[in-house]
């Protein structure tokens, strides 16, 4: 039956959801689908990586030996086999990591929802790099903390800038290796001294890490994990060293905080997906990521320096940009007069996307920033991007 004249609800949003914003990077996506469009913009992964005929093999192998365990319903911390590996993988000698250490997430997005929710009250500080990751940003400010900015230069945040700030803060959120957006790497001297700052502080450190295994050299950097195990809280994917659909991450901390997440995560959707958890430590058990993950890295090594010798030679000498050595992202700084955003308007009229650089600062954007990302464009069309977009800036100044 079908009511008559219902009255259409005039919905009324609570006051964090009228504060919700889209990611503006989502938003360029919905713009840049069609085929025709350079696009930058996305954060996404090469599809040429993803092991798919690997993963479907182990579809099918743990659907038809353990299916009526797969698709029952799971703990909340995750499937234990899965988190003892990772646990193994992150343990050196001198941190010893345990499962009951490891909590899997849908997605490292949702560990930073996790995170925020319990460690951060409205008006609580909570300290970033400048610029830091968007996703990040969109996920804490759903709990409306105070941003406070920490300074950065090429080498990412500057840990003596730390205790100027600190100050009642809840926890320093930073991305290490080959950082979202910059592509920036924290050398190794400033990791011990951000670890032992925080350390000094009792301020809880996240360590955001999806990049970490995309070193174009092959060679391991080692973890804040690793440094301080009680006072370090490591954020793991296999987004972008498998593939991003299967929704899994994983945060590791000290019990005591793993447990609090744990009754957050109950609440948010009772487990990760135990068929996903199960295909994923089965892909993985025997050392697949060794002879997998060196291709990966040579792709966008390849496509990385396609794009770097295009600007070298594309964009007028007044722009600068970073050189990564590893990830996914170029980060491009242009003349001060140049609006990205505006520019992105222009740029995409002409077939090229990239993303804006504002939306990565929590304060002070700067609008004469953008994110260039490499990895889904092979290179004959890095380098017509990279020169339609470098003649548009040209023209500017």
Excluded at 189 to 201: D, G, K, P, T, W
Excluded at 262 to 269: L, M
Excluded at 310 to 316: K, N, R, S
Aim: aromatic share 8%; glycine share 6%; with cysteine.
């Amino acid at each position: 039956m079908k009511m008559e004249n219902p009255t259409p609800i005039q919905w009324q949003f609570s006051e964090r959801a009228e504060q919700l914003q889209s990611s503006a990077i989502r938003e360029i996506l919905k713009v840049t689908a069609r085929p025709e469009v350079i696009s930058f913009a996305g954060g996404l992964p090469s599809p040429e990586t993803f092991p798919v005929e690997r993963m479907r093999t182990v579809f099918d192998s743990v659907l038809s030996k353990q299916g009526k365990v797969a698709l029952q319903y799971g703990p909340s911390d995750g499937y234990l086999p899965l988190r003892q590996w990772i646990a193994d993988s992150l343990s050196t000698d001198g941190a010893k990591i345990v499962p009951e250490q490891v909590l899997m997430v849908s997605g490292s997005q949702q560990g930073l929802d996790l995170l925020a929710k319990v460690l951060v009250d409205e008006g609580s500080r909570v300290l970033v790099e400048t610029p830091s990751y968007l996703g990040a940003l969109q996920a804490f400010s759903v709990y409306r903390p105070e941003f406070v900015s920490v300074p950065t230069d090429e080498n990412g945040l500057l840990p003596e800038h730390v205790a100027g700030l600190a100050q009642g803060a809840r926890l320093l959120y930073a991305l290490p290796n080959f950082q979202n957006p910059t592509g920036r790497t924290m050398p190794l001297e400033r990791r011990i001294a951000l670890v032992e700052a925080c350390a000094r502080l009792g301020l809880p450190l996240i360590e955001d890490d999806p990049y970490g295994a995309l070193s174009y050299r092959g060679e391991p950097l080692q973890k804040l994990l690793t440094m301080n195990p009680n006072g370090v809280i490591y954020m793991g994917s296999f987004s972008k060293v498998l593939t991003p659909g299967i929704r899994l991450g994983y945060v590791v901390a000290p019990v005591p905080l793993i447990r609090k997440l744990e009754q957050a995560k109950q609440a948010a959707d009772l487990h990760t997906a135990t068929l996903t958890q199960m295909v994923v430590y089965e892909t993985i058990k025997d050392g697949f990521l060794t002879e997998h993950i060196p291709t990966i890295r040579k792709l966008y090594a390849d496509q990385c320096q396609a794009m770097l010798d295009a600007l070298t030679e594309f964009f007028p000498s007044s722009v600068t940009w970073t050189r990564p050595e590893g990830g996914m992202f170029i980060w491009v700084t242009l003349p001060k007069h140049i609006d990205s955003m505006k520019l992105l308007d222009e740029s995409i009229e002409q077939l090229v996307a990239f993303v804006p650089g504002a939306p990565f600062y929590a304060n002070a954007p700067e609008q004469n920033t953008l994110r260039l990302s490499f990895v889904t464009v092979p290179p004959a069309k890095i380098r017509e991007g990279v020169e339609r977009l470098g003649k548009l800036i040209a023209a500017k100044l």
